[in-house]
Protein backbone atom coordinates (compact mmCIF):
# COMPACT_ATOMS: atom_id res chain seq x y z
CA UNK A 1 0.00 0.00 0.00
CA UNK A 2 1.41 3.62 -0.63
CA UNK A 3 1.76 5.54 2.10
CA UNK A 4 3.56 7.65 4.16
CA UNK A 5 4.36 6.53 8.14
CA UNK A 6 5.67 8.44 10.52
CA UNK A 7 6.27 7.65 14.48
CA UNK A 8 5.53 8.28 16.90
CA UNK A 9 2.13 9.14 16.40
CA UNK A 10 2.55 10.31 20.09
CA UNK A 11 4.93 11.76 22.15
CA UNK A 12 5.39 13.71 25.46
CA UNK A 13 9.40 15.20 26.06
CA UNK A 14 10.41 17.72 29.06
CA UNK A 15 12.20 20.77 27.44
CA UNK A 16 15.82 20.88 25.90
CA UNK A 17 15.56 16.66 25.46
CA UNK A 18 16.82 16.45 21.82
CA UNK A 19 13.90 14.54 19.90
CA UNK A 20 13.94 12.61 16.19
CA UNK A 21 10.66 12.20 14.56
CA UNK A 22 10.74 9.82 11.70
CA UNK A 23 8.90 10.19 8.13
CA UNK A 24 9.37 7.22 5.35
CA UNK A 25 7.49 6.90 2.26
CA UNK A 26 7.36 3.53 -0.07
CA UNK A 27 6.21 6.18 -3.14
CA UNK A 28 9.53 6.47 -4.48
CA UNK A 29 8.72 10.46 -4.46
CA UNK A 30 11.39 13.09 -5.23
CA UNK A 31 10.16 15.63 -2.91
CA UNK A 32 9.38 15.41 0.68
CA UNK A 33 7.83 17.88 3.56
CA UNK A 34 7.17 18.62 6.89
CA UNK A 35 3.88 21.03 8.43
CA UNK A 36 2.97 21.62 11.45
CA UNK A 37 -0.64 22.40 12.34
CA UNK A 38 -1.60 24.59 14.89
CA UNK A 39 -5.25 26.16 15.77
CA UNK A 40 -6.13 29.15 14.28
CA UNK A 41 -2.92 29.14 12.19
CA UNK A 42 -3.62 26.11 9.82
CA UNK A 43 -0.99 23.90 8.22
CA UNK A 44 2.27 25.76 7.87
CA UNK A 45 5.40 24.01 6.34
CA UNK A 46 8.44 23.86 8.40
CA UNK A 47 10.81 22.63 6.14
CA UNK A 48 11.34 20.62 2.27
CA UNK A 49 13.72 18.12 0.21
CA UNK A 50 13.23 18.09 -3.25
CA UNK A 51 15.55 14.78 -3.55
CA UNK A 52 18.50 13.15 -1.56
CA UNK A 53 21.03 15.69 -0.15
CA UNK A 54 18.51 18.86 -0.98
CA UNK A 55 16.89 20.71 1.43
CA UNK A 56 15.19 23.91 2.55
CA UNK A 57 13.48 26.89 4.92
CA UNK A 58 10.02 26.23 4.58
CA UNK A 59 7.78 28.82 6.65
CA UNK A 60 8.63 28.26 10.32
CA UNK A 61 12.27 26.43 10.24
CA UNK A 62 13.45 27.68 13.64
CA UNK A 63 14.26 24.89 16.11
CA UNK A 64 14.02 22.12 13.69
CA UNK A 65 16.47 20.41 11.55
CA UNK A 66 16.00 17.55 9.23
CA UNK A 67 18.21 15.40 6.82
CA UNK A 68 17.59 14.05 3.12
CA UNK A 69 20.33 11.11 3.12
CA UNK A 70 18.11 8.38 1.53
CA UNK A 71 14.86 9.19 -1.17
CA UNK A 72 12.67 7.72 1.59
CA UNK A 73 13.29 8.98 4.64
CA UNK A 74 13.03 12.20 5.93
CA UNK A 75 14.05 12.69 9.53
CA UNK A 76 12.45 15.61 11.55
CA UNK A 77 14.60 16.92 14.34
CA UNK A 78 14.23 18.96 17.29
CA UNK A 79 17.50 19.54 18.90
CA UNK A 80 16.27 21.48 21.84
CA UNK A 81 12.60 21.69 22.20
CA UNK A 82 10.44 24.16 23.55
CA UNK A 83 6.97 24.44 24.91
CA UNK A 84 6.18 26.58 21.43
CA UNK A 85 7.11 23.34 19.47
CA UNK A 86 3.81 21.53 21.21
CA UNK A 87 2.09 20.50 18.11
CA UNK A 88 0.41 18.54 15.41
CA UNK A 89 3.27 17.79 13.07
CA UNK A 90 2.48 15.64 9.56
CA UNK A 91 5.19 14.61 6.96
CA UNK A 92 4.08 14.77 2.86
CA UNK A 93 5.93 13.52 -0.53
CA UNK A 94 4.74 13.66 -3.78
CA UNK A 95 6.17 13.57 -7.26
CA UNK A 96 6.32 15.97 -9.80
CA UNK A 97 3.03 17.89 -10.33
CA UNK A 98 1.14 15.81 -8.19
CA UNK A 99 -0.50 16.20 -5.07
CA UNK A 100 0.88 15.51 -1.49
CA UNK A 101 0.05 11.91 0.14
CA UNK A 102 0.22 13.15 4.08
CA UNK A 103 1.40 10.59 7.06
CA UNK A 104 -1.31 10.01 9.82
CA UNK A 105 0.69 13.05 12.02
CA UNK A 106 2.63 12.98 15.06
CA UNK A 107 1.23 14.92 18.09
CA UNK A 108 3.64 15.88 20.56
CA UNK A 109 3.52 17.71 23.83
CA UNK A 110 6.68 19.74 25.27
CA UNK A 111 6.33 20.65 28.66
CA UNK B 1 2.28 36.84 -0.41
CA UNK B 2 0.25 33.36 -1.64
CA UNK B 3 -3.13 33.57 0.38
CA UNK B 4 -5.86 31.05 0.88
CA UNK B 5 -9.17 31.87 2.83
CA UNK B 6 -12.21 29.58 3.45
CA UNK B 7 -15.38 30.25 4.38
CA UNK B 8 -17.36 29.31 6.13
CA UNK B 9 -15.53 28.70 9.26
CA UNK B 10 -18.24 25.67 10.19
CA UNK B 11 -20.89 24.09 8.51
CA UNK B 12 -24.33 22.28 9.91
CA UNK B 13 -26.41 20.59 7.08
CA UNK B 14 -28.50 17.75 7.43
CA UNK B 15 -28.51 14.78 5.16
CA UNK B 16 -29.30 15.56 1.83
CA UNK B 17 -29.24 18.89 1.99
CA UNK B 18 -26.96 20.27 -1.07
CA UNK B 19 -24.03 23.17 -0.29
CA UNK B 20 -21.45 24.47 -1.52
CA UNK B 21 -17.90 25.64 0.25
CA UNK B 22 -15.65 28.62 -0.62
CA UNK B 23 -12.11 28.75 -1.38
CA UNK B 24 -10.85 32.37 -2.13
CA UNK B 25 -6.81 32.37 -3.28
CA UNK B 26 -4.36 35.08 -4.11
CA UNK B 27 -0.88 33.51 -5.57
CA UNK B 28 1.50 34.81 -8.10
CA UNK B 29 0.98 32.22 -10.84
CA UNK B 30 -1.08 28.84 -9.87
CA UNK B 31 0.42 26.21 -10.28
CA UNK B 32 -2.07 23.99 -8.47
CA UNK B 33 -5.40 23.97 -6.38
CA UNK B 34 -5.61 20.99 -3.71
CA UNK B 35 -8.64 19.94 -2.33
CA UNK B 36 -8.06 17.83 1.02
CA UNK B 37 -10.18 16.08 3.83
CA UNK B 38 -9.42 15.49 7.08
CA UNK B 39 -10.84 13.82 9.95
CA UNK B 40 -10.29 14.35 13.55
CA UNK B 41 -6.45 13.20 14.56
CA UNK B 42 -5.85 12.68 11.05
CA UNK B 43 -3.08 13.33 8.17
CA UNK B 44 -5.17 15.17 5.04
CA UNK B 45 -6.17 12.81 2.44
CA UNK B 46 -6.28 14.21 -1.09
CA UNK B 47 -9.30 15.11 -2.95
CA UNK B 48 -9.00 17.12 -5.83
CA UNK B 49 -6.07 18.83 -7.95
CA UNK B 50 -7.33 21.60 -10.28
CA UNK B 51 -4.91 23.79 -12.71
CA UNK B 52 -6.67 25.82 -14.48
CA UNK B 53 -9.92 28.21 -14.69
CA UNK B 54 -12.99 26.40 -16.17
CA UNK B 55 -11.52 23.13 -14.75
CA UNK B 56 -14.05 20.62 -12.77
CA UNK B 57 -13.81 17.33 -11.24
CA UNK B 58 -15.87 14.70 -9.50
CA UNK B 59 -16.07 12.33 -7.08
CA UNK B 60 -18.83 10.74 -5.88
CA UNK B 61 -21.11 13.34 -3.71
CA UNK B 62 -18.15 15.76 -4.41
CA UNK B 63 -17.37 18.31 -7.23
CA UNK B 64 -14.60 21.04 -7.28
CA UNK B 65 -14.80 23.88 -9.67
CA UNK B 66 -12.00 26.72 -10.12
CA UNK B 67 -12.20 30.51 -11.33
CA UNK B 68 -9.32 32.67 -11.41
CA UNK B 69 -9.92 34.09 -8.26
CA UNK B 70 -11.62 30.85 -5.82
CA UNK B 71 -11.88 27.92 -6.05
CA UNK B 72 -15.76 25.80 -4.74
CA UNK B 73 -16.48 22.32 -3.15
CA UNK B 74 -19.96 21.82 -4.00
CA UNK B 75 -21.39 18.48 -1.71
CA UNK B 76 -24.32 16.97 -3.25
CA UNK B 77 -26.92 14.99 -1.42
CA UNK B 78 -24.39 14.53 1.52
CA UNK B 79 -24.30 11.39 3.86
CA UNK B 80 -23.24 11.65 7.43
CA UNK B 81 -19.55 10.09 6.43
CA UNK B 82 -19.00 13.44 4.60
CA UNK B 83 -18.58 15.21 7.69
CA UNK B 84 -14.80 16.31 8.11
CA UNK B 85 -12.89 19.71 7.76
CA UNK B 86 -12.02 20.15 3.99
CA UNK B 87 -9.13 22.00 3.29
CA UNK B 88 -7.95 23.85 0.44
CA UNK B 89 -4.31 25.12 -0.82
CA UNK B 90 -2.01 26.30 -3.51
CA UNK B 91 0.67 26.20 -5.09
CA UNK B 92 2.46 28.17 -7.05
CA UNK B 93 4.40 28.26 -10.25
CA UNK B 94 8.00 27.57 -9.10
CA UNK B 95 7.35 27.01 -5.63
CA UNK B 96 7.15 23.06 -3.76
CA UNK B 97 5.13 24.76 -1.10
CA UNK B 98 1.78 24.35 -0.04
CA UNK B 99 -0.21 27.63 1.29
CA UNK B 100 -3.02 26.17 3.14
CA UNK B 101 -6.76 27.88 4.02
CA UNK B 102 -7.98 27.19 7.62
CA UNK B 103 -10.49 25.12 6.38
CA UNK B 104 -14.11 24.48 6.58
CA UNK B 105 -15.35 22.05 9.59
CA UNK B 106 -18.53 20.40 7.92
CA UNK B 107 -20.85 18.29 10.12
CA UNK B 108 -23.96 16.22 8.40
CA UNK B 109 -27.05 15.18 10.49
CA UNK B 110 -28.66 12.30 9.62
Redesign the interface.
Known sequence: EAQ?TQNPRYLITVTGKKLTVTCSQNMNHE?M?WYRQDP?L????IY?S?NVEVTDK??VPEGYKVSRKEKRNFPLILESPSPNQTSLY?C?SSST?????????T?LTVV | EDQVTQSPEALRLQEGESSSLNCSYTVSGLRGLFWYRQDPGKGPEFLFTLYSAGEEKEKERLKATLTKKESFLHITAPKPEDSATYLCAVQAKGAQKLVFGQGTRLTINP
Open positions: VYSGGLRQYMGDFAGRGYTFGSGR
